[in-house]
């Protein structure tokens, strides 16, 4: 079955600590992969996407993520953190199949961010 | 570019009673929408999706004659939850897919969400 997996579900980093999230899939074929933030009461704001291409990717607020097929993982990751990106975390797949155009989500990770 | 509104951005109505939420399009055109509902400290959960010009299709579990969806036009589906129960409040979200990504390419654009709280 397809599924999405966030092992962690809170986080605690200092501010100015690196970060990674984990994101593992489990999909027939290499999905389509995003990472979403979302604060408190918020909508999703898209921090990156993969579909194709370079394996590193560049998003938005200085966060990157690896895609690695070989361990089906989709990490995202910032060298130095914020007290302003204190947040819920989703990582999320889609389809690459034509007339497929559900998302899966994973179940979040809530980072907390100390001064 | 790509954006997606909601309307309202919160509600509290009272038990008993039906609630419009509408999702629309601002600057490109959506034959599928998506709505998914979320709770508390919870993810996201996808209730239907939604087709320009014909019926949703719901996810299993998901109760069609509770959660009306109305996809009417490229730019505008509406959800109706009917007869509203406490149980019913949550957040709800829409994402629309643009009608002109090629076919094998999937991207939806989220809307800033709704939250429902029933009295």
């Known amino acids: 079955a397809q599924s999405v997996t966030q092992p962690d579900i809170h986080i605690t980093v200092s501010e100015g600590a690196s970060l990674e999230l984990r994101c593992n899939y489990s999909y027939g074929a290499t999905p389509y992969l995003f990472w979403y933030v979302q604060s408190p009461g918020q909508g999703l704001q898209l921090l990156l996407k993969y579909f194709s291409g370079d394996t590193l990717v560049q998003g938005i607020k200085g966060f990157e993520a690896e895609f690695k097929r070989s361990q089906s993982s989709f990490n995202l990751r910032k060298p130095s953190v914020h007290w302003s990106d204190a947040a819920e975390y989703f990582c999320a797949v889609g389809s690459p199949t034509s007339g497929t155009y559900k998302y899966i989500f994973g179940t979040g990770t809530r980072l907390k961010v100390l001064a | 570019g790509a954006v997606v509104s909601q309307h309202p951005s919160w509600v509290i109505c009272k038990s008993g009673t039906s609630v419009k939420i509408e999702c629309r399009s601002l600057?490109?055109?959506?034959?599928?929408m998506f709505w998914y509902r979320q709770f508390p400290k919870q993810s996201l959960m996808l209730m239907a999706t939604?087709?320009?010009?014909?019926?949703?299709?719901?996810e299993q579990g998901v109760e069609k004659d509770k959660f009306l969806i109305n996809h009417a036009s490229l730019t505008l589906s509406t959800l109706t939850v009917t007869s509203a129960h406490p149980e019913d409040s949550s957040f709800y979200i829409c994402?629309?897919?643009?009608?002109?990504?090629?076919?094998?390419?999937?991207?939806?654009?989220f809307g800033p969400g709704t939250r429902l709280t029933v009295l």
């Open positions: 994402s629309a897919r643009d009608r002109f990504q090629g076919s094998s390419y999937n991207e939806q654009f």
């Open positions: 939604s087709n320009e010009g014909s019926k949703a299709t719901y």
């Open positions: 600057d490109f055109q959506a034959t599928t």
